[in-house]
C-alpha cells in the first residue's frame, strides 16, 4: 500500500493517492490539466497493477465471480492432486523399495509437477511482477518455498532417493489457495455497500417526448430536463419532480424508513427510489453523477479509503516483511547446516519460515474491520465518509448538539390551538400561503393534513418584521405577532413559535407551534450518557425554546442565541482544555464548530455545507444514528486492536517454532491461512452488534423531566 501511495504521490498534479486493499481500488486526488488519468493507469501497470478508470458499476457480483472461479479451479486441481500423490505415496510409507517406490515416485511427480504450475500461477505471475520492478511481494517467499519443495522432490526422484516430497509439496500448494479463496469469499463478504447502492439504480428510462412518443434511454445519457416515464415497480433512474401522477414510493434508501411515503406533483423523488403503487411522470433535475445516490457511493467510498492509525503501523510493518523474512529464512538455513543437518532438512526448515511468515493478517487487520463497520452503518442509515471518523468516534468524551433540525426535525407543527373553527383556520391559511416564512408554511401544512383548501384572500401584502394583512368579504384579516393583531405581549412563550391570526373587530386567536423533536432523540441522549459521554446543547434559538428542548431529552448543559462564531468558541475552547468533542449540527451556521470538532455528524436533511463539513451523515428522521454510530466506533476499534494483536501475536508466535524445526512447509502453509481467516472472522464480528443502540437506555431517558410533558403536546 504505501509503495503504491508513495509512487503515485511523486508524479507531479498528483495531490494524493490511497490504496484500497480490500476494495481493490486506488483513489487519486490530480491537477487536471497537469497530469492525465492515462499517465496513472500508465504508472500503476509499470508497478506491476492491471488498472482502469473505476466504474462503480463493476463493484457487483460479476468481477467477484471472475476471481471466484480462478481461485475455485486451481484449488480444484491442487485437491486432486494432492489426494492422488497421498494416495500414490501409502505405497511408499508402506515400505516400497527399488524399482516400485521409484516408479510411484516418478507418477507423483507427472500428477504433481503439472498441477503446482497451473494451480500456484495466482502466486506466481504475482511474484514474477514484483520482482520484475525491483520488489518483494509477499508471494514471492510463497511461492520460492512451493517451488523449493517441488525441486528437491524431483531432484530425489532422479537421483532414486528414498523420499520424495511431492506430496508435501501439492497439499502445501492446496492449503495456501484454500486460505487464498476463504480469504477472498470473506473479503466479499465484507466489501462495502457500494456493490448494493449501484445496484437500486435503473438501467434507464422511458423518455417522453415533446411530441408525447416515448423511447428508451439508458440511465447514462440522461439530462436535466427531461420527462421520463416511471411505472409502479420501478426504481427511479435519476433526481426529480413528479410532474403527473400521485403514488406510494419507497424511500427506504433516503429516509431509512420501510413504509412506503406518498409523493404527488411537485414532491422531490431520488434516483433509486422505488415506485410502488402507480405510474408517475418526473422531470429530472439531476442525472448521472449529480444524483443523490450517486453522492451516497461516493461518500461510501471516501469512507473505505480513509486510513486510520492502525492501517498505517500495520502498512509500515507490512513494508518491512520481505527484508525481514527473507534474512530469518537465509539464518534458518545456514544455522541448521551449521548444526550439522543436512541440505534437505535445512531447506526444509528454511521454507516453513518462508512460509509461515505471510503478512497477509497484518495487512488485513485494520482496514477489513473498517470496511464491515462502515457497511453496518450504511445499512443501518449512517454513511462515514472518511475511514478514520471510525476511530475518532470511538474516541470522543463530549457530544455537542445543535437544536433545530438536529434533535428537533426543524419543521415547526401547529400545538395550539388544537380545536379551532375550519373557516378561522383555511382563513388564516389564505393569508400565510403567500408567503414563505417557516410558521406560514407551516400553517399551510396543517390546512392541508386536516382536509381543507385556503380560502381565496385579495389585496395581500406583507409587512416584514410584523406580519401579513389582506382582504376578506370586506373584512380586514391579519397574521402576525402578536401586536400586528392587537393581542397583548406574554413575557412567557414557553418556548413555543407563535402567530396571531385576527379577523375584522373578532377577538384574535393565537396559533402556537412546537418544533417537535426527532424519534428517540432523548433515548438517544441518555444512551450516550451511559457510555460516560458528556453532552451539551448549543442553539442559537432563543432562551426559552433552548431549555425546553433541553429540559425534554435530558440535557443539564445548554447554551442559547449562540452564533456561528460562538458556536465555534465553544467547541475550540473545550477542544483546548483536552475534550474531544463530536459536533451534531446541521446548518450552515454549524459549518464551523462541526470543521472545528474532533469529528462531526449531520442529518442528511442538513444543508449542503453542514452535510460537506461533517464527517458523518445519518439518515432518516430517528436520532438514535447518533449513538449507534458511537458504538459501531468503539466496538471496530475495540476489534481492530485485537486484529492488530492476533496479527502481530501470530507472527512472534510462529516464527520461532518454524525456524527451530517445530512447523513443517505443510503446517506452516495451514497456520499461515489459518491467521488470516481468523483475523477476517474476527473482523466480521463488526456487524453482529446489537442494533437498538438507543433503546438500551429508554427506560432513563423516560425518567428525564419533561420527556413526558413534551411528547404529550407534541
Same mark, same amino acid.
Given at each position: 500500500?504505501?509503495?503504491?501511495?508513495?509512487?503515485?504521490?511523486?508524479?507531479?498534479?498528483?495531490?494524493?493517492?490511497?490504496?484500497?486493499?480490500?476494495?481493490?481500488?486506488?483513489?487519486?486526488?490530480?491537477?487536471?490539466?497537469?497530469?492525465?488519468?492515462?499517465?496513472?493507469?500508465?504508472?500503476?501497470?509499470?508497478?506491476?497493477?492491471?488498472?482502469?478508470?473505476?466504474?462503480?458499476?463493476?463493484?457487483?457480483?460479476?468481477k467477484d465471480d471472475r476471481e471466484n472461479a480462478r481461485l475455485l479451479?486451481?484449488?480444484?486441481?491442487?485437491?486432486?492432486?494432492?489426494?492422488?500423490?497421498?494416495?500414490?505415496?501409502?505405497?511408499?510409507?508402506?515400505?516400497?523399495?527399488?524399482?516400485?517406490?521409484?516408479?510411484?515416485?516418478?507418477?507423483?511427480?507427472?500428477?504433481?509437477?503439472?498441477?503446482?504450475?497451473?494451480?500456484?500461477?495466482?502466486?506466481?505471475?504475482?511474484?514474477?511482477?514484483?520482482?520484475?520492478?525491483?520488489?518483494?511481494?509477499?508471494?514471492?517467499?510463497?511461492?520460492?518455498?512451493?517451488?523449493?519443495?517441488?525441486?528437491?522432490?524431483?531432484?530425489?526422484?532422479?537421483?532414486?532417493?528414498?523420499?520424495?516430497?511431492?506430496?508435501?509439496?501439492?497439499?502445501?500448494?492446496?492449503?495456501?489457495?484454500?486460505?487464498?479463496?476463504?480469504?477472498?469469499?470473506?473479503?466479499?463478504?465484507?466489501?462495502?455497500?457500494?456493490?448494493?447502492?449501484?445496484?437500486?439504480?435503473?438501467?434507464?428510462?422511458?423518455?417522453?417526448?415533446?411530441?408525447?412518443?416515448?423511447?428508451?434511454?439508458?440511465?447514462?445519457?440522461?439530462?436535466?430536463?427531461?420527462?421520463? *416515464? &416511471?411505472? #409502479?415497480?420501478?426504481?427511479?433512474?435519476?433526481?426529480? =419532480?413528479? !410532474?403527473? @401522477?400521485?403514488?406510494?414510493? /419507497?424511500?427506504?434508501?433516503?429516509?431509512?424508513?420501510?413504509?412506503?411515503?406518498?409523493?404527488?406533483?411537485?414532491?422531490?423523488?431520488?434516483?433509486?427510489?422505488?415506485?410502488?403503487?402507480?405510474?408517475?411522470?418526473?422531470?429530472?433535475?439531476?442525472?448521472?453523477?449529480?444524483?443523490?445516490?450517486?453522492?451516497?457511493?461516493?461518500?461510501?467510498?471516501?469512507?473505505?479509503?480513509?486510513?486510520?492509525?492502525?492501517?498505517?503501523?500495520?502498512?509500515?510493518?507490512?513494508?518491512?516483511?520481505?527484508?525481514?523474512?527473507?534474512?530469518?529464512?537465509?539464518?534458518?538455513?545456514?544455522?541448521?547446516?551449521?548444526?550439522?543437518?543436512?541440505?534437505?532438512?535445512?531447506?526444509?526448515?528454511?521454507?516453513?519460515?518462508?512460509?509461515?511468515?505471510?503478512?497477509?493478517?497484518?495487512?488485513? *487487520? &485494520?482496514? #477489513?474491520?473498517?470496511?464491515?463497520?462502515?457497511?453496518? =452503518?450504511? !445499512?443501518? @442509515?449512517?454513511?462515514?465518509? /472518511?475511514?478514520?471518523?471510525?476511530?475518532?468516534?470511538?474516541?470522543?468524551?463530549?457530544?455537542?448538539?445543535?437544536?433545530?433540525?438536529?434533535?428537533?426535525?426543524?419543521?415547526?407543527?401547529?400545538?395550539?390551538?388544537?380545536?379551532?373553527?375550519?373557516?378561522?383556520?383555511?382563513?388564516?391559511?389564505?393569508?400565510?400561503?403567500?408567503?414563505?416564512?417557516?410558521?406560514?408554511?407551516?400553517?399551510?401544512?396543517?390546512?392541508?393534513?386536516?382536509?381543507?383548501?385556503?380560502?381565496?384572500?385579495?389585496?395581500?401584502?406583507?409587512?416584514?418584521?410584523?406580519?401579513?394583512?389582506g382582504q376578506y368579504m370586506g373584512e380586514a384579516i391579519k397574521l402576525?405577532?402578536?401586536?400586528?393583531?392587537?393581542?397583548?405581549?406574554?413575557?412567557?412563550?414557553?418556548?413555543?413559535?407563535?402567530?396571531?391570526?385576527?379577523?375584522?373587530?373578532?377577538?384574535?386567536?393565537?396559533?402556537?407551534?412546537?418544533?417537535?423533536?426527532?424519534?428517540?432523540?432523548?433515548?438517544?441522549?441518555?444512551?450516550?450518557?451511559?457510555?460516560?459521554?458528556?453532552?451539551?446543547?448549543?442553539?442559537?434559538?432563543?432562551?426559552?425554546?433552548?431549555?425546553?428542548?433541553?429540559?425534554?431529552?435530558?440535557?443539564?448543559?445548554?447554551?442559547?442565541?449562540?452564533?456561528?462564531?460562538?458556536?465555534?468558541?465553544?467547541?475550540?475552547?473545550?477542544?483546548?482544555?483536552?475534550?474531544?468533542?463530536?459536533?451534531?449540527?446541521?446548518?450552515?451556521?454549524?459549518?464551523?464548530?462541526?470543521?472545528?470538532?474532533?469529528?462531526?455528524?449531520?442529518?442528511?436533511?442538513?444543508?449542503?455545507?453542514?452535510?460537506?463539513?461533517?464527517?458523518?451523515?445519518?439518515?432518516?428522521?430517528?436520532?438514535?444514528?447518533?449513538?449507534?454510530?458511537?458504538?459501531?466506533?468503539?466496538?471496530?476499534?475495540?476489534?481492530?486492536?485485537?486484529?492488530?494483536?492476533?496479527?502481530?501475536?501470530?507472527?512472534?508466535?510462529?516464527?520461532?517454532?518454524?525456524?527451530?524445526?517445530?512447523?513443517?512447509?505443510?503446517?506452516?502453509?495451514?497456520?499461515?491461512?489459518?491467521?488470516?481467516?481468523?483475523?477476517?472472522?474476527?473482523?466480521?464480528?463488526?456487524?453482529?452488534?446489537?442494533?437498538?443502540?438507543?433503546?438500551?437506555?429508554?427506560?432513563?431517558?423516560?425518567?428525564?423531566?419533561?420527556?413526558?410533558?413534551?411528547?404529550?403536546?407534541?
Open positions: 500500500m504505501a509503495h503504491i501511495e508513495t509512487d503515485l504521490g511523486a508524479l507531479g498534479g498528483v495531490k494524493s493517492a490511497r490504496v484500497n486493499l480490500t476494495g481493490r481500488r486506488v483513489a487519486v486526488v490530480y491537477e487536471d490539466g497537469v497530469i492525465a488519468p492515462q499517465a496513472l493507469i500508465d504508472r500503476l501497470g509499470f508497478l506491476g497493477y492491471m488498472a482502469r478508470p473505476f466504474d462503480p458499476r463493476e463493484t457487483g457480483l460479476t479451479r486451481a484449488l480444484a486441481v491442487a485437491g486432486f492432486a494432492a489426494g492422488n500423490v497421498m494416495l500414490l505415496s501409502v505405497s511408499v510409507w508402506s515400505g516400497a523399495e527399488g524399482a516400485t517406490r521409484d516408479l510411484f515416485h516418478w507418477l507423483s511427480a507427472m500428477i504433481a509437477l503439472p498441477a503446482v504450475a497451473y494451480a500456484g500461477r495466482p502466486f506466481f505471475y504475482s511474484a514474477v511482477n514484483a520482482l520484475r520492478l525491483g520488489r518483494v511481494n509477499m508471494d514471492v517467499p510463497i511461492s520460492l518455498g512451493v517451488l523449493l519443495a517441488s525441486f528437491m522432490s524431483l531432484f530425489e526422484t532422479i537421483n532414486g532417493a528414498e523420499h520424495a516430497y511431492f506430496d508435501a509439496s501439492v497439499t502445501l500448494l492446496f492449503f495456501l489457495l484454500a486460505g487464498r479463496y476463504l480469504d477472498h469469499l470473506m473479503r466479499a463478504r465484507a466489501r462495502s455497500a457500494i456493490a448494493q447502492l449501484i445496484s437500486l439504480s435503473a438501467e434507464g428510462a422511458s423518455v417522453i417526448e415533446a411530441d408525447g412518443t416515448r423511447r428508451y434511454v439508458p440511465a447514462r445519457e440522461l439530462k436535466a430536463g427531461m420527462l421520463v *416515464a &416511471v411505472a #409502479a415497480g420501478d426504481r427511479l433512474p435519476a433526481d426529480g =419532480l413528479i !410532474r403527473e @401522477g400521485t403514488s406510494d414510493m /419507497d424511500r427506504s434508501l433516503l429516509t431509512g424508513e420501510t413504509a412506503p411515503e406518498t409523493v404527488k406533483p411537485g414532491s422531490l423523488v431520488h434516483a433509486g427510489e422505488m415506485n410502488v403503487t402507480a405510474p408517475i411522470t418526473v422531470e429530472i433535475t439531476a442525472a448521472g453523477n449529480d444524483t443523490f445516490l450517486s453522492e451516497l457511493v461516493r461518500l461510501m467510498a471516501s469512507a473505505e479509503q480513509g486510513q486510520s492509525r492502525y492501517i498505517r503501523i500495520a502498512d509500515r510493518l507490512a513494508r518491512f516483511y520481505s527484508p525481514a523474512v527473507h534474512t530469518l529464512a537465509a539464518i534458518t538455513l545456514l544455522g541448521w547446516l551449521l548444526l550439522g543437518h543436512g541440505w534437505h532438512d535445512s531447506i526444509m526448515a528454511a521454507i516453513a519460515v518462508l512460509i509461515i511468515t505471510c503478512p497477509c493478517a497484518l495487512g488485513l *487487520a &485494520v482496514p #477489513a474491520v473498517q470496511v464491515v463497520a462502515s457497511g453496518r =452503518l450504511f !445499512r443501518s @442509515g449512517v454513511m462515514i465518509k /472518511d475511514g478514520a471518523a471510525l476511530e475518532k468516534l470511538a474516541g470522543i468524551d463530549t457530544v455537542i448538539f445543535d437544536k433545530t433540525g438536529t434533535l428537533t426535525k426543524g419543521e415547526p407543527a401547529l400545538v395550539s390551538p388544537l380545536m379551532v373553527s375550519t373557516e378561522t383556520l383555511a382563513l388564516a391559511a389564505g393569508l400565510a400561503q403567500a408567503s414563505k416564512h417557516p410558521l406560514s408554511r407551516a400553517l399551510v401544512r396543517e390546512v392541508a393534513k386536516r382536509g381543507l383548501q385556503p380560502v381565496s384572500v385579495s389585496d395581500i401584502a406583507e409587512h416584514p418584521g410584523l406580519g401579513l394583512s402576525g405577532n402578536r401586536a400586528w393583531c392587537g393581542m397583548e405581549e406574554s413575557a412567557d412563550d414557553h418556548g413555543l413559535l407563535e402567530f396571531a391570526f385576527r379577523r375584522g373587530a373578532k377577538v384574535p386567536v393565537l396559533f402556537q407551534f412546537e418544533d417537535r423533536l426527532r424519534p428517540d432523540a432523548a433515548e438517544t441522549v441518555a444512551a450516550l450518557r451511559q457510555m460516560g459521554l458528556a453532552v451539551h446543547l448549543l442553539s442559537g434559538d432563543r432562551e426559552a425554546a433552548v431549555a425546553r428542548v433541553a429540559q425534554a431529552v435530558g440535557i443539564d448543559t445548554a447554551v442559547s442565541r449562540a452564533s456561528p462564531q460562538a458556536k465555534l468558541a465553544y467547541v475550540d475552547a473545550l477542544s483546548k482544555a483536552g475534550r474531544k468533542v463530536l459536533m451534531v449540527g446541521d446548518g450552515i451556521n454549524d459549518a464551523p464548530a462541526l470543521a472545528a470538532g474532533y469529528t462531526s455528524m449531520a442529518p442528511s436533511s442538513a444543508s449542503d455545507i453542514g452535510r460537506t463539513a461533517a464527517e458523518t451523515v445519518w439518515m432518516g428522521e430517528s436520532a438514535a444514528a447518533v449513538a449507534r454510530a458511537v458504538r459501531v466506533g468503539r466496538r471496530s476499534q475495540r476489534i481492530a486492536k485485537e486484529n492488530f494483536a492476533l496479527a502481530v501475536g501470530y507472527n512472534v508466535f510462529a516464527v520461532p517454532l518454524a525456524m527451530i524445526g517445530f512447523v513443517s512447509p505443510l503446517v506452516a502453509a495451514v497456520a499461515m491461512s489459518t491467521s488470516s481467516i481468523i483475523v477476517i472472522a474476527n473482523a466480521l464480528r463488526v456487524g453482529l452488534g446489537r442494533t437498538a443502540d438507543a433503546g438500551s437506555a429508554k427506560r432513563d431517558a423516560d425518567t428525564a423531566p419533561g420527556t413526558r410533558a413534551l411528547r404529550d403536546a407534541a
